[in-house]
């Protein structure tokens, strides 16, 4: 075991996770503390290869710089073909969480139990047009499911109104496996959509721009968290 996960049990509240794919990246520091003053739940870090996705992001040199800075779980997002030869680094870096793509190349038996060998908890993801069914045989092995509410790849983009039923049909899935296990959206999240993303099913919330990108951060992730809560 590489270090004590940080990530919690389910517990029926909204979590909000603060992408830092839409952080200035030069204040990178002060990005993450005001968040986390502000009652973020985790830090969600976005891990793009160029291939899984066409864009680049971080490696695991920033989630070790994340690591021991901030109190928040680091839950990092995988959108890589071959989560086989990043899993240990990020494990080793300090991630809390692992989320691999149904869809990758590697067999994802073999990877969430790799994932585990760490003592990090499991994440696995679906894009758009993803069948839900594909996680059922898997629920045994997960901490938490990320459904894909935009194309991986960029922030900033609409919320596709298909996730609703992509989440209806995964929290139906976690129900019938009897596990806690978190069902988290990403993309498109903003004190609009996550109405929508609570109602459907989600208890874990990625916003990146909406946060980031806000005039005032911290009024933001509260208004996400609020609408998320009213439902
Ligand atoms: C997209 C990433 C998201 C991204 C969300 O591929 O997985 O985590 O940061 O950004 P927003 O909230 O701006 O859609
Ligand atoms: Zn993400």
């Known amino acids: 075991m590489i270090k004590t996960s940080k990530m919690p049990a389910a517990n029926g509240k909204i979590s909000i996770a603060p992408s830092i794919l839409s952080a200035d990246l ?3 520091g002060e990005e993450v503390k005001s968040v986390q003053d502000g009652g973020a739940d985790w830090l969600h870090v976005d891990v793009m290869d160029g291939h899984f996705v066409p864009n680049l992001s971080f490696g695991p040199s920033v989630v ?5 800075k901030t109190d928040l779980p680091l839950d990092v997002h995988l959108m890589v073909e071959e ?3 990043f899993i240990e680094a990020f494990a080793r870096a300090g991630a809390d969480l692992l989320t691999v793509h149904v869809e990758a190349k590697d067999e994802i ?7 585990k ?3 990090v908890k499991t994440g696995l993801s679906i894009k758009p047009d993803t ?3 594909l996680i ?4 045994d092995l997960l901490d938490l499911v990320l459904v894909m509410s935009v194309q991986p790849g960029f922030g900033g983009q609409a919320f596709l109104p298909s996730s609703e039923e992509q989440i209806r049909r995964v929290r139906d899935i976690i129900t019938r496996s009897g596990r806690n296990i978190w069902l988290e959206v990403d993309g498109g999240i ?3 959509t996550a109405p929508l993303a609570a109602r459907a099913g989600a208890d874990a919330l990625v916003a990146g721009n909406a946060i980031f990108k806000a005039a005032d951060p911290v009024l933001a992730l509260k208004q996400i968290r609020q609408a998320a809560s009213d439902i």
């Open 109 to 115: 038996v073999g990877a969430l139990e790799f994932i």
């Open 83 to 85: 989560p086989m030869l």
């Open 64 to 68: 070790s710089s994340l690591n021991g």
């Open 131 to 133: 069948d839900p069914e």
């Open 26 to 28: 030069f204040r990178l």
């Open 117 to 119: 060998s760490f003592g």
């Open 190 to 192: 903003n004190a609009q």
């Open 136 to 139: 059922s045989p898997l629920a």
